[in-house]
C-alpha cells in the first residue's frame, strides 16, 4: 500500500554526482525511517544509507562513507540521496524504501520499496 517515486538516475561519469529523490505516498513518514537499497546486476541487494524519522541519525555502507549524503523533509514525504565522488561499483538500481521503526536499523527491517531508478557509471 505504499507507493513511492523515485527520481534521479541516469548516466553519470566516474567522478561526477547524482541527487536522488524519492516521494513516499499513502503514509506520512514521521514515524519511519527510511533509506535507500542498491542491486547491481547479478547481485543481491544490498543497504546504502538509512536516515531515522526525526533526530537526524543517519547510517551509511562503508563503500559509499563520505561520498553520500542522505537527507529527508517529512513535510514533503521526501528522501534525498546526494551522491558524489561515482565510482563505476556504484552502478545499481537504487530503491527508495521504508523501514518499520523509527529509528535505523538492520537491512532486515526493510518492509517497502519502490519500482528503483538506474544509476550508471561510466566512462
Known amino acids: 500500500q505504499v507507493q513511492f517515486v523515485e527520481s534521479g538516475g541516469g548516466l553519470v561519469q566516474p567522478g561526477g554526482s547524482l541527487t536522488l529523490s524519492c516521494v513516499v505516498s499513502t503514509v506520512t513518514l514521521d514515524n519511519y525511517a527510511i533509506g535507500w537499497l542498491r542491486q547491481a546486476p547479478g547481485a543481491a541487494r544490498e543497504g546504502v544509507s538509512c536516515i531515522s524519522s526525526s533526530d537526524g541519525f543517519a547510517r551509511y555502507a562503508d563503500s559509499v562513507k563520505g561520498r553520500f549524503t542522505i537527507s529527508r523533509d517529512n513535510a514533503k514525504n521526501t528522501v534525498y540521496l546526494q551522491m558524489n565522488s561515482l565510482k563505476p561499483e556504484d552502478t545499481a538500481v537504487y530503491y527508495c524504501?521504508?523501514?518499520?521503526?523509527?529509528?535505523?536499523?538492520?537491512?532486515?527491517?526493510?518492509?517497502?520499496w519502490g519500482q528503483g531508478t538506474q544509476v550508471t557509471v561510466s566512462s
Open positions: 524504501a521504508t523501514q518499520r521503526y523509527s529509528r535505523c536499523g538492520p537491512d532486515y527491517e526493510y518492509n517497502y
